[in-house]
């Protein structure tokens, strides 16, 4: 028997990087998760690797009717939820100066807005004792050149974590953050060219207190951990970032 036989998850953004390997500890574990993305490939790549107790859904966390399709699809898949990761978010680099509308908008629509009325959304289905897990970063308590928009846009998820624990506590659902420092995770392949993403890997493990990236299992080990067994836990931000925002 799996430590997660007979749970539910949803996990948005889940068909690659740490949203992947969460479900893939998961699923490994006997739950049934149920992934999201905008990449129909990717998802079916997914859906081959976690097997059998996967659901994967294409949904773009900027889409309001996606979103309530979403909560449909649940409904109907698992009825209620014990877990939610919403993770959904991308990257994006600019100089301050050069940071268009276009970007500011897209990186809070997807980092923040989406993974706000995500919660919303599906918090009905969510059972007594559940726990939600949101993505921050690093970058929130870092002023990091080229990331202003970004930053700022994981910031709100830090603040909404306290809200929203705050909120959700009479129906006693926790709601946590998980912020991850560099990763290898293949966000950076995706926003910009392979050898720029390979010198800006490179240049992130020398500066960390570890000497290196970190690995999307780590990361999915401290989503479950929250999601599961900080019983005593919320409105918390928990750094997993080779010690990069500490030390």
Known sequence: MGKYDGKSVVITGGSSGFGLATAELLADEGARVLITGRDRARLDAARDRLGENAV??????????????????????????DALFANTGVNGFAPFEETTEELYDELFAINAKGPYFTVQKLAPLLAEGSGVVLTT????????????????????????????ARELLPRKIRVNAVSPGPIDSGILEKSMPKEAAEQTKAQMAADNPMLRLGAPSEVARAVVFLAFDATYTTGAELAVDGGGSQL
Do not use: C, H, W
């Open 56 to 81: 994967t859904v294409r949904s773009d966390a900027a889409s309001q009717v996606d979103i309530e399709a979403l909560a449909d699809r649940v409904k109907a898949e698992f009825g209620t939820l």
């Open 137 to 164: 970063s690093v970058a929130n308590v870092l002023g990091l050149p080229m990331l202003s928009a970004y930053a700022a846009s994981k910031a709100a998820l830090r603040s909404m974590t306290r809200s929203l």
